[in-house]
């Protein structure tokens, strides 16, 4: 055995079931190993896809997501991607081949540590034939425990060593999450007393953390208001008390009682600008409190009164352990029921559509009353990535792959495929812009050769819509930003998929007999109006 044949060995004794990748003369062998061993792999077109397949995979499994590349331009292809999951604290394992380090005059050599590093991710690389194994072990451990992508790079002269066979090394246990410090919780829950109007704002960390169900306990024994970060989305969802996403995306009667809160309770969530609304649903005189298990995300986007260091699951046992009770937002006459009938699709709006285009919302109300419950919505990124979170449900938060962390355009399509591999029993929605698909075209002949039961939207206003909303108020000329009409329903025939187009909702009926026989993917090409603006993406660029 050679050390790439035990880095391949190795990760299957670890556990790793799935892997994604493109596969060259430095990948080769390594990934064979891992296959053999008894992996999936996933051959994606474009080490762009193949990363993003892994992030999204990882986001809905909880499992360590693999992504296997060559060296050089193998890896280069893939570093938004990698970007994206590093600030998305993804656990991820990348394999890269890697020049070997004498050979500073290959074609192939840049300095893959270096890349890594600066990008928030892990450099780590196996080291001799001796250690291969030692090596590997310890790059999936910092994955899984330190939630970032790490990448192993496989320099070919020590891929070639021998390395000595013998059984895996022991497996991995996860550390115990910090519980916060006792007089920090009694201070919180000193606040929580004395506030008359509590909210809870959970994010990432609160899913990450299994925290919904400690957090609806310390919601109904404190009278608190329930709402979720985009990144947190679904994780209360069918609670009575929730209110859905906080910030740009939050519905009226969500933004209201953000912005009458006077007690900000923020787990695992790091109240960036979009949160907040740039600070504007933080009522002035409002304390808030924020819990993370990252020193470094206390106080990051805004001041806060309390910063609590801890796990966001611990740290509603421990306040809930205080005793602390409030009658907070919850007796207030008819809010329950407000509540109820609050959601975006509840909300009356005027359809901007016309014989030629649906309106975005419409489309997505019509895609959430035709799916089934139990489902994966990947979201990729553009003017249109408002409407999903708002009007198509998720069932929890797992269900829900929102790759906004670097804004980057194009990751959707792929995450939506590494999600759907990882998620068989739930139908994938992925929500895509024209731009984005067409930046990611190369996996769509993935979707299809995989037949993978994904829908994909396209929601196609011919255009860099998030360009012309920016710049057209400003009196600026778009053409630039405006293309002519591209026809995804014949690419998606030309990839393998099936497609259709729709310019109104009657058009989308042919949704209903795939669902019935999901075996392979259906692209709609959803022509939508190029004219309809939405009010948080107005609000940003104010
Ligand atoms: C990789 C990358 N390139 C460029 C941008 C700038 N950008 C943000 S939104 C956008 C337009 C996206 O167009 P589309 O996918 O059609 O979505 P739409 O805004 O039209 O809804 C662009 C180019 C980006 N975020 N990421
Ligand atoms: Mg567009």
Known sequence: MNAAEAVGRTLAALDVRDAFGVIGSGNFVATQALHAAGAAFHHARHEGGAISMADGYARVSGRVGVCSVHQGPGFTNMLTGLTEAAKSRTPLLVLAGEAPRSAIRSNFAVDQAALAATLGAVPERILSGATAAADTARALRRARVERRPVVLNMPLDVQAEPAPGGGPPGLLREPERPAPAPEVVAEVAEAIAAAKRPLIVAGRGAVLAGAREPLERLGEAIGAVLATSAMGHGLFEGSAWAVGISGGFASPIAAKLMSEADLILAFGANLTRWTTRDGALIARGAKVVQVDLDEESLGAHRPVHIAVVGDAAATAEALLATGVTNTGFRTTYGLERQIAEGSWRDAPFEDAGDAGHLDPRTLSIALDAMLPAERTVAVDSGHFMGFPPMYVRVPDPQGFVFTQAFQSIGLGLASAIGAAIARPDRLTLACLGDGGALMALGELETLARLRLPVLVVVYDDAAYGAEVHHFGPQGLPLELVRFPDTDFAALARAA?????????????????????????????????????????LEEAFK
């Open 496 to 536: 393998g998929a099936e497609g259709i187009t729709a310019r109104s909702v009657e058009d989308l009926d042919p949704i209903v007999d795939w669902l019935s026989r999901p075996d392979g993917p259906l692209v709609v090409d959803a022509k939508i109006t190029p004219d309809f603006c939405a009010e948080w």
